[in-house]
């Protein structure tokens, strides 16, 4: 799925067609929201790679030590993560 409100409608939608979410029918989505995460640990999802919404404030805050005169690294790398069935129920927290 595009997003994970979009992996987390067609759970419902698998659920009302009698499927069974993750298992019929596998879902991926984009996000890492903690219900998708949560929707993994209860095995109705397959995967979340995780596209992270703290890139935001890093970028402003680059910028601002940039044009501040600071120096900055050549890169700056933000860490996005996947949620799969192994490591979903103790990342659990760390979803957003």
Same mark, same amino acid.
């Given at each position: @799925?595009?997003? !994970?409100?979009? %992996?987390? %409608?067609?759970?419902?939608?698998?659920?009302?067609?009698?499927?069974?979410?993750?298992? !019929?029918?596998? /879902?991926?989505?984009?996000?890492?929201?903690?219900?998708?995460?949560? @929707?993994?640990?209860? %095995?109705?999802?397959?995967?979340? /790679?995780?596209?992270?919404?703290?890139?935001?404030?890093?970028?402003?805050?680059? @910028?601002?030590?940039? &044009?501040? %005169?600071?120096? /900055?690294?050549?890169?700056? /790398?933000?860490? !996005?993560?996947?949620? !799969?069935?192994?490591?979903?129920?103790?990342?659990?927290?760390? @979803? &957003?």
């Amino acid at each position: @799925a595009e997003n !994970d409100e979009m %992996g987390l %409608g067609a759970v419902t939608a698998l659920k009302a067609a009698g499927k069974k979410p993750g298992k !019929d029918v596998k /879902i991926v989505s984009v996000d890492g929201t903690r219900n998708a995460v949560q @929707a993994l640990v209860n %095995g109705e999802y397959n995967a979340v /790679i995780e596209s992270n919404p703290r890139f935001g404030p890093l970028a402003f805050a680059t @910028a601002q030590k940039f &044009y501040a %005169g600071e120096e /900055i690294p050549e890169n700056v /790398i933000i860490t !996005d993560r996947e949620y !799969d069935e192994a490591n979903a129920k103790e990342s659990l927290n760390g @979803a &957003y």
